[in-house]
T-cell receptor, first 112, second 117 residues
Framework: GENVEQHPSTLSVQEGDSAVIKCTYSDSASNYFPWYKQELGKRPQLIIDIRSNVGEKKDQRIAVTLNKTAKHFSLHITETQPEDSAVYFCAACHSGNTPLVFGKGTRLSVIA | EAQVTQNPRYLITVTGKKLTVTCSQNMNHEYMSWYRQDPGLGLRQIYYSMNVEVTDKGDVPEGYKVSRKEKRNFPLILESPSPNQTSLYFC????????????????FGAGTRLSVL
């Protein structure tokens, strides 16, 4: 089955700097890669996703890149703000066939 | 309002006392799932259900049961809870596209924090 590794487990950045979180997956059949943000005491919420037919997707200050050959994908947050502080989870699956498999999460702290 | 509702939100119980955590969604989603979240371990899937009367084990099913008698409800049952089941539990649901393909975007409930003494 699918296995998703996520790094780093914790990340601290200064406000205004960029943050990058990286994930690798094991199943070459996986074709859907979402990212979830979980604020303290709240539920995970989808912030961005990418499918295997594209290499990059952007939504304002966040972007996700996918390298199918290397089987890794990354979340990029630019101009970080204190409200970006949260735990971020990557996930992977073969859309339509298999459940999502989550990484262990990255705790991002943005220091004002 | 479209939502996934879990109850209770907080529960303290003792070892061996059967309990049920309910999950209900009002979005007519076919797919429902239970996760547990533990520090450093992320979200681990306990059980999932692709549709009514169809359930499958996730990564950590031991000690748990589920049922899916109706589309909207997916209760999580702990027949004999143990302290290692102390955790934060999330229920989630996902829709299918008109063509029947699972969309995989998960809508999470607010979570149930369970302590087993």
């Amino acid at each position: 089955g699918e296995n998703v590794e996520q790094h780093p487990s914790t990340l601290s950045v200064q406000e205004g700097d960029s943050a990058v979180i990286k994930c690798t997956y094991s199943d070459s059949a996986s074709n859907y890669f979402p990212w979830y943000k979980q604020e303290l005491g709240k539920r995970p919420q989808l912030i961005i996703d990418i499918r295997s037919n594209v290499g990059e997707k952007k939504d304002q200050r966040i972007a996700v890149t996918l390298n199918k050959t290397a089987k890794h994908f990354s979340l990029h947050i630019t101009e970080t703000q204190p409200e970006d502080s949260a735990v971020y989870f990557c996930a992977a699956c073969h859309s339509g066939n298999t459940p999502l498999v989550f990484g262990k999460g990255t705790r991002l702290s943005v220091i004002a | 309002e479209a939502q996934v509702t879990q109850n209770p939100r907080y529960l303290i119980t003792v070892t061996g006392k059967k309990l049920t955590v309910t999950c209900s969604q009002n979005m007519n989603h076919e797919y429902m799932s239970w996760y547990r979240q533990d520090p450093g371990l992320g979200l681990r899937q306990i059980y999932y259900s692709m549709n009514v009367e169809v359930t499958d084990k996730g990564d950590v099913p031991e000690g748990y049961k589920v049922s899916r008698k109706e589309k909207r409800n997916f209760p999580l049952i702990l027949e004999s809870p143990s302290p290692n089941q102390t955790s934060l539990y999330f229920c989630a649901s996902s829709p299918r596209s008109p063509s029947g393909v699972l969309k995989n975007i998960q809508y999470f409930g607010a979570g149930t924090r369970l302590s087993v003494l």
